[in-house]
C-alpha cells in the first residue's frame, strides 16, 4: 500500500452527481435536470463575454471591485461585505476551509445540497444531518443537533432539492439559537426567485453569525460561466479573501455577471416566465397524480408513489428525450426534479409523463 494517504475525510467524499446533459443518439434533448434558466443569459452577459475575449493576455483584477459594486448598487449592500467566488460552490468551500476542521462540526438539513457534505469532509470536519419535518427546514431539529463542535450550519432557503423555505422569524429563531462560535450560512442560490425576499439581509446586518451565499448559475442563466458571491460580517469576508486565489475570477466571468445583474429588465422577464409556467406545470402534475408541494425555485420536486414509479417515470421520460433529475443521493428514491423550462418543453414533458401515467392505470 502506498504511504501517500489523503487528509481524513478525504475518501468519505462520495462524487458529486451532475444533472446528465445528453441522450445517446438524441438531438431533440429537453433538458430540465440542473434548474438552468431556460432562457439563458441576458444578451448583454454575453456581449460582455465576447468583450473579453479581446484581452486574454491580461491578468483579471483581484479585487472585483466592478463586480461588487454592481451587486452592491442592485440588492442595496455595502460592496465591501462582498466577496466573488467560481460558483457559490467555491465560496461554501471557502466557508468550510476557514471555520471548520479536524474536530469541528457542519450541519445541515436532511435533504440539503450535496456540496455542504462535500465541503466539509474536504475540510476534515464532519458533516451533521437534522431531519426534515414534510421535507421543510426544522429548526428545532437544527438547533437541537448542535454542539459545542458545530462550527457552521448550512441552510438552503429556497431549498434545492425539496422547493421548499422557512420564513425570517424561523431563521431569526435559528440565528439566536446557535451555539457561540457557529455561522449560520443562508444559501441563496433560489433567493431571487421569491417575490419580495432579499436573502436574509436584514438578518444578516443585525447579527455577527450569519452569512449569505448567491449565485449567477440559476436566474441569470450563468451555470456554465461559474460565479457566486456571498455577504455578511466584514470579518468573515477579510477571513475568506486571504483563503481565495487572487485570480479566481476571470474578466469573462466578471464582465458577463456585472452586465447580467444591471439587466433588470430581463431578470423580470425570466421571473415572470418561470413564475408563469412553474404553477401551469404544478398544477398540471397534481392534475395527474403527481403532487409537489408549493415550489419557491425554479423546479418542482414531483412525487411518485414510490421509488419503483419514479424511476420508471424518469426511463418513460428519457424515451421521450426529457432529462430531469432522480434525487435518490438525497434520500428522496420516490420523486422527480423537473426544472420549470421554457413552454414548449413544461408542456412536452406533461404531457410525457401524462402518457406514462395513462399507461400504468
Ligand atoms: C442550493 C444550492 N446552493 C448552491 C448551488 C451551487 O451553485 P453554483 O456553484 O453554481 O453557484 C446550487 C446549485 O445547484 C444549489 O442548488
Redesign the pocket.
Known amino acids: 500500500m502506498s504511504a501517500i494517504e489523503p487528509q481524513p475525510g478525504i475518501m468519505e467524499i462520495e462524487l458529486y452527481q451532475g444533472g446528465q446533459s445528453t441522450l445517446d443518439g438524441r438531438t431533440d434533448v429537453v433538458k430540465l435536470s ?2 438552468e434558466n431556460p432562457f439563458g443569459p441576458s444578451p448583454k452577459a454575453v456581449e460582455a463575454f465576447a468583450r473579453a475575449s479581446r484581452q486574454l493576455h491580461r491578468y483579471p483584477p483581484t479585487d472585483h471591485a466592478s463586480l461588487r459594486n454592481a451587486i452592491g448598487e442592485v440588492h442595496g449592500l455595502d460592496p465591501e461585505r462582498i466577496i466573488c467566488g ?5 465560496i ?1 468551500h471557502f466557508l468550510c476551509q476557514a471555520y471548520a476542521g479536524p474536530g469541528c462540526e457542519v450541519l445541515h438539513t436532511e435533504h440539503g ?1 450535496a ?1 455542504y457534505r462535500i465541503s466539509a469532509l474536504a475540510a476534515g470536519a464532519v458533516p451533521v444531518e437534522a431531519k426534515e419535518t414534510e421535507r421543510v427546514t426544522d429548526v428545532g431539529n437544527l438547533l437541537d443537533a448542535c454542539t459545542e463542535r458545530t462550527r457552521l450550519v448550512f441552510i ?1 432557503n429556497p ?2 432539492p425539496t422547493a421548499t423555505m422557512i420564513g425570517g422569524n424561523e431563521m431569526a429563531r435559528l440565528a439566536e439559537g446557535l451555539p457561540d462560535g457557529a455561522l449560520l450560512v443562508l ?1 441563496g ?2 433567493a431571487e426567485y421569491v417575490e419580495g425576499y432579499d436573502g436574509g439581509v436584514g438578518l444578516i446586518d443585525s447579527r455577527d453569525n450569519v452569512f449569505m ?1 448567491r ?4 436566474l441569470y442563466g450563468l ?1 456554465g460561466l ?3 458571491w456571498g455577504y455578511g460580517p466584514k470579518e468573515v469576508i477579510d477571513t475568506l479573501n486571504r483563503i481565495r486565489g487572487p485570480f479566481n475570477l476571470s474578466q469573462a466571468q466578471l464582465g458577463a455577471a456585472e452586465a447580467a445583474v444591471r439587466d433588470r429588465d430581463y431578470v423580470r422577464h425570466c421571473l415572470a416566465e418561470n413564475k408563469r409556467m412553474r404553477a401551469w406545470m404544478a398544477e398540471a402534475l397534481a392534475g395527474l397524480g403527481v403532487p409537489s408541494d408549493t415550489s419557491c425555485a425554479n423546479f418542482i420536486l414531483a412525487r411518485f408513489h414510490d421509488a419503483e414509479e419514479a424511476e420508471a417515470c424518469d426511463a418513460h421520460l428519457k424515451e421521450a428525450g426529457i432529462l430531469v433529475r432522480r434525487v435518490t443521493g438525497y434520500k428522496l428514491p420516490h420523486c422527480l426534479r423537473i426544472t420549470v423550462g421554457d413552454e414548449a418543453s413544461c408542456r412536452r414533458t406533461v404531457h410525457a409523463i401524462a402518457g406514462f401515467k395513462g399507461a400504468r392505470e
Open positions: 440542473s434548474n467560481v460558483g457559490s460552490d467555491e461554501i445540497f456540496m438552503a431549498n434545492n444559501d442560490a433560489y451565499t449565485t449567477f448559475s440559476k451555470g461559474r460565479i457566486g
